[in-house]
Every structure is written in C-alpha cells, then in structure tokens.
C-alpha cells in the first residue's frame, strides 16, 4: 500500500526497489537492541567469522572449562585446574601429589597433552600446553579482531548507503508528499470542508 502510494507522488519503481533492498540489507546486518558504541552491534549470523570470535571473546571460560575436563579425563586426576594470572597468562596447576602421575600423561606433540613446565611452587606445578597458549592468544586478540571486523562491516555498509543515495532521498521527497497530502486530508475531513463547485454564473455562495 505505502509503495503504491509513493509510486502515485511521483517515486519511480526502479527506486523504491532500491531502498528496499537497502533497508533488507541494513535490517540482516545490524542488531535492533543492545548496540555497543564499539563492537557488538553486527547481528549473530550474518559474518562467520564475527561469530566465531564473538564466542572467543564471550565465552572463553566455556572453552577453558571445556579444556580442564578434557585434562582430568585424559590424566585422570581429578583436582587439575586451567589457572590465569596477569602476569603468567593460563595455565594448568597440580598439587604436588599428583605431579608425577600427571606428568606420566604427557604426549609429546600433542598440542593438547604436551605438559611444559612453567613454574615450581610448594602448592604445586604449573604447566604449559601449546594449545592452551594457542588459546590465550586466540582470547586475547578475539576482542582487537572483533572490533576490526565490525567496523570492516561498516565500510560496507556505508559505501552501499552512498550508493543509495539517489533512492532514499526520492524516497524522503515521496514520504515528504504523502505527508502533507495525510495531513491535508485529516483536516478537511476534521473540518467537514469539501472541493468547491465552480459555476459560470458569478456568484459565490459558502453553505455549512
């Protein structure tokens, strides 16, 4: 109905398609709610690869949780624990009892169970893994790439804008028309007024 109307004020058709698809674009790509000034405001679904370091970035302790029970079930012990310090990053702690027993488990090569040990203390030892610095990487760059991502999303999306330019303001002059034709209308029937009748007689006569 709304394009009709435009198309009647004088929008061409081949316009309004453009601005369509404009706004089908614009709607898939950006969220509706909860916009962040910086990152977060490109919509789950429309980059896989956002995606991805958005579950980084958001979920990492999932991941970390993930990977600690990966661990028990490989050495089978039971009190492991993945560990973050600012100045160290992520590693895995073992009580001194359970040094020799974990260190029985490792598998040299595996990205995942290759144990390197980082830092002896009297609570215990820490390890590294080549998949747990992988991962500290992965975490700590996930916010940086996101917000590179998005902001490339934007680019985009401002260029196709710029390209629309044409269509959206034929569609702003169109709804610019329909408005004042609306309002018109709702005043004169507010107002009970009607077209004049013109006649070759001279006279003028107002009724009501």
């Not at 956002?50 to 979920?59: C, G, N, P, Q, T």
């Not at 600012?86 to 027993?101: M, R």
């Not at 902001?151 to 999306?157: E, G, P």
């Amino acid at each position: 109905m709304l394009k009709s109307a435009l198309e009647k004020v004088g929008v061409e058709q081949g316009l309004l398609t453009v601005a369509e698809k404009l706004y089908e674009y614009l709607y898939s790509l950006l969220k509706e709610e909860g916009l962040n000034d910086e990152i977060d405001y490109i919509r789950d679904g429309f980059d896989a690869e956002i995606d991805e370091l958005r579950k980084i970035a958001y979920h990492s302790d999932e991941m970390l949780i993930a990977y600690q029970q990966e661990v028990i079930q490989h050495t089978n012990i039971a009190n492991v624990k993945v560990k973050y310090i600012s100045n160290q990053g992520y590693f895995l702690e073992v009580t001194p009892k359970d040094i020799a027993a974990f260190e029985a488990t490792c598998v040299k090569g595996d990205p995942k169970y290759d144990f390197i040990r980082r830092q002896t203390l009297k609570t215990g030892e820490r390890y590294i893994t080549p998949y747990l610095e992988e991962l500290q990487h992965k975490i700590l760059a996930a916010q940086f790439q996101l917000k590179t991502k998005e902001q490339a999303q934007l680019l985009i999306a401002k260029e196709k804008i710029i390209d629309a330019v044409k269509a959206l303001t034929a569609l702003a002059d169109g709804v610019a028309w329909l408005d004042i034709f609306v309002t018109h209308a709702i005043f004169v029937h507010e107002k009970k007024w009607v077209r004049p009748e013109l006649i070759a007689t001279g006279m003028l006569r107002i009724a009501g």
